[in-house]
Every structure is written in structure tokens, then in C-alpha cells.
């Protein structure tokens, strides 16, 4: 997960909390023994459960960045992003200045915690927004050119782990706002174009586009699962805000009736996505199924939270 230039992450360590903040469905509450927690330096609560797929393994709040170490988190504050694996077992971040005139990523092997530099791209360039492959062998990251007093894309970075090396490249006719991830199975990459979706090979080569289907969504992973299923906001000219596609057809396989998310943070399983809402005065991270029901809250957090620009990582075991 990632911030724009300027807008860096937070994380503190996890306080256990004797009582119920969240207040949870009856049927959820009796299945499981979930831990809420706090993550100092914010008002948010977090609620996990031993058995999730996923759990937070970092977040961002402000200009600060915290990654989970053990049952805690440690602030690193050389770093303007982290995104930790599929698995765990490896980390990418961003620090927080160029050195030697090239920005770069810092490749984490979290059992050692020894880390790798990797020059990425020249200033003024920037590379950001990192997503992993499902397989944790590769990273992409989003390339961008200070265009006026905005950011515009110009391109997407591959980084090895295994290599420790990264390949830079530029994109013709890229959408000014595309943030490039990994396709499902880990052969292509994909990015918003023109209020669809565009398909690339790993050199830039456009493969395919799926027009008309809303730009991609979902946090970490925008794909279900099984990979059959891509998420997005919904083009206009539907009246809801979260649709499904088929990922190789391109076919609409769902709209998401009744909710109205903020933001979007990926899959828990085929059936159910994370998303963040508004409730009342402040903002709940909730599961949602397909047909817009609510079935867990897994966080809960402050307006000056969302203000603040916070965003939770949440990591598939």
C-alpha cells in the first residue's frame, strides 16, 4: 500500500484492550474470540481473529510509517512506504529521499531484517505505490513525473527479489493517473486507461484493454482469490459504486447494491471484500459480501483519521 509524494504512513504498537470497542454481529462474536487493539498515535481500533486469511501488517497516518514486527510494530522512519508480502517473509519500502540523485526501494528480508538497496528511478522521477506478485518473487511499482503541481504517471518498475535488481520501464500513451499492480497470476500488469483497464506485459507492451469498466480498485489486491474476478469503482453510468468483472472476458459479473465505500482494501475471499465506510461520526473498515451486507467489522477510526490520510495493509498469510 501506497501514499502520494509527500504523505507518508504511521503505525504504533498494538495495545490490547479488556473490552469490546467495535461492537460486532451476534453470529461473529460468538464463532470467534477476536483481539481489539489500538494503534497509538490515532484513534483506531483494529479487530483480528487467530483464523483471518489476512491480517495488518502495517499503516500509514501523516508522514510516518510503522511495520509489524512480532506481536508489535517498530516505526521506520526512514521510509515513506512499506508493503509487506503475501506470506510475510519479505518487505519492500520507499524511503523517504532520493540518494545519490536516484529514488530507490529498500528490499526487507523479514527474518534477518537485513535490507537491500535497489536504485529505481532519476530525479525528479519518483517510483511508488508498491504492489506484490502473488507469489512474493516480484514487486511493481508506479513511476511518476511532477506535471505542474501534480503527479502524472509515466511508467511502472519491476523489482526481482531473487536478482535484487530492478528494470525501470516508460509507458506510451499511460493514463495520467494509472497505478500499476500485478494481474493475478503474475504474467502481466494492470492499470487504469481511459475509465477501463489496461493489461501490459511485464516490457510495457500493451496486451489487451477492457473498456468501460471503471478503474481498478482494492488495496493491496484488486483480484479475487481464484483470479477469475477483477474489482472497480463503477464507470457512471451505474448507480452503484463497487462493480466485479470477469477478467478475461470482461463481462460484469456484479454490482454491489446499498454500499458506498470511501475506499477499497482488497479481497478476504471470493465472496467478501474489505472496504471503509462512513458510520455516523466516524469510519468503520467492514467485510462486505456482494450483495452490499455488512458481515464483520474488522476496524473502527476517527474522522481526523481519514483526514489524516490513514490507510491499513492488510497482508494474505
Not at 108 to 135: C, E, F, M, N, Q
Not at 159 to 165: E, L, R
Not at 195 to 222: N, Q, S, W
Request: charged content about 20%; overall charge positive.
Amino acid at each position: 500500500m501506497s501514499v502520494t509524494p509527500g504523505i507518508y504512513r504511521f503505525l504504533g504498537c498494538l495495545v490490547v484492550l479488556a473490552s469490546v470497542i467495535v461492537p460486532l454481529p451476534a453470529a461473529a462474536h460468538a464463532e470467534a474470540a477476536p483481539v481489539d487493539t489500538v494503534l497509538p498515535g490515532t484513534r483506531v481500533t483494529v479487530r483480528e481473529d487467530a483464523t483471518d486469511p489476512l491480517r495488518v501488517t502495517s499503516y500509514s497516518s501523516g508522514k510516518m510509517t510503522y511495520l509489524r514486527r512480532g506481536d508489535g510494530f517498530t516505526r521506520q522512519a526512514a521510509y515513506q512506504e512499506i508493503t509487506v508480502a503475501p506470506k510475510g517473509a519479505s518487505a519492500l519500502a520507499v524511503p523517504t529521499s532520493y540518494k545519490s540523485g536516484y529514488d530507490s526501494v529498500v528490499l526487507l528480508d523479514l527474518a534477518t531484517s537485513k535490507g537491500t538497496r535497489i536504485r529505481t528511478v532519476r530525479k525528479p522521477l519518483v517510483a511508488h505505490y508498491a504492489h506484490w506478485s502473488r507469489d512474493g518473487r516480484k514487486a511493481v511499482l508506479t513511476t511518476e513525473r511532477k506535471s505542474g503541481s501534480a503527479w502524472a504517471t509515466s511508467g511502472f518498475v519491476v523489482v526481482d527479489v531473487s536478482a535484487k535488481s530492478a528494470k525501470t520501464v516508460t509507458v506510451a500513451d499511460v493514463d495520467k493517473a494509472a497505478r500499476f499492480r500485478w494481474s493475478s497470476d503474475g504474467t502481466e500488469v494492470v492499470a487504469e486507461y481511459r475509465g477501463g483497464a489496461r493489461f501490459y506485459a511485464p516490457d510495457g507492451t500493451v496486451r489487451r484493454t477492457l473498456a468501460k469498466t471503471g478503474r481498478p480498485a482494492g488495496g493491496e489486491d484488486a483480484f479475487t482469490p481464484s483470479g477469475k474476478g477483477l474489482m472497480t469503482w463503477c464507470p457512471s453510468s451505474h448507480t452503484e459504486h463497487v462493480c466485479v468483472w470477469d477478467r478475461l472476458s470482461g463481462r460484469l459479473a456484479a454490482k454491489v447494491p446499498g454500499i458506498r465505500p470511501k475506499a477499497l482494501w482488497g479481497w478476504w475471499d471470493e465472496k467478501h471484500f474489505i472496504a471503509v465506510v462512513p458510520s455516523g461520526n466516524h469510519y468503520q473498515v467492514v467485510l462486505s459480501t456482494l450483495k452490499g451486507k455488512t458481515t464483520r467489522v474488522l476496524a473502527a477510526f476517527s474522522t481526523e483519521d481519514w483526514n489524516n490520510k490513514l490507510y491499513l495493509g492488510y497482508t494474505r498469510k
